[in-house]
Nanobody, 114 residues
Framework: VQLQASGGGLVQPGGSLRLSCAAS????????MAWYRQAPGKERELVAA???????NYADSARGRFTVSRDNAKNTMNLQMNSLKPEDTATYYC?????????WGQGTQVTVSS
């Protein structure tokens, strides 16, 4: 499956962004989809995950500010990010696990700065 992330950009602290991840095939059967991020000089970290059941999981840094969702009809996964902070600056990647393999999108840059 191919994943295409979009929606990144430059936003002021306290602002919002909505990231989208478009899949090349039907996602209804994909059990695990997630957003990761990687800041310069840091390891890639899990931000939010969503299962086929709709159950979600968030990093402590994202909980309460970010909301992950999936639209099976449009084959997309979204990440609504509110109350953004400078420390949220990173390249955000979407990922999916299906057929025993993990797939990655190409990343979208999020920069939070005044």
């Amino acid at each position: 499956v191919q994943l295409q992330a979009s929606g990144g950009g430059l936003v002021q602290p306290g602002g919002s962004l909505r990231l989208s991840c478009a899949a090349s095939e039907n996602i209804i059967g994909i059990n695990f989809m997630a957003w990761y991020r990687q800041a310069p000089g840091k390891e890639r970290e899990l931000v939010a995950a969503i299962l086929r059941t709709g159950n979600t999981n968030y990093a402590d840094s994202a909980r309460g500010r970010f909301t992950v969702s999936r639209d099976n009809a449009k084959n997309t996964m979204n990440l609504q990010m509110n109350s953004l902070k400078p420390e949220d600056t990173a390249t955000y990647y979407c990922s999916a696990i299906t057929g025993g393999q993990k797939y990655w999108g190409q990343g979208t840059q999020v920069t939070v700065s005044s």
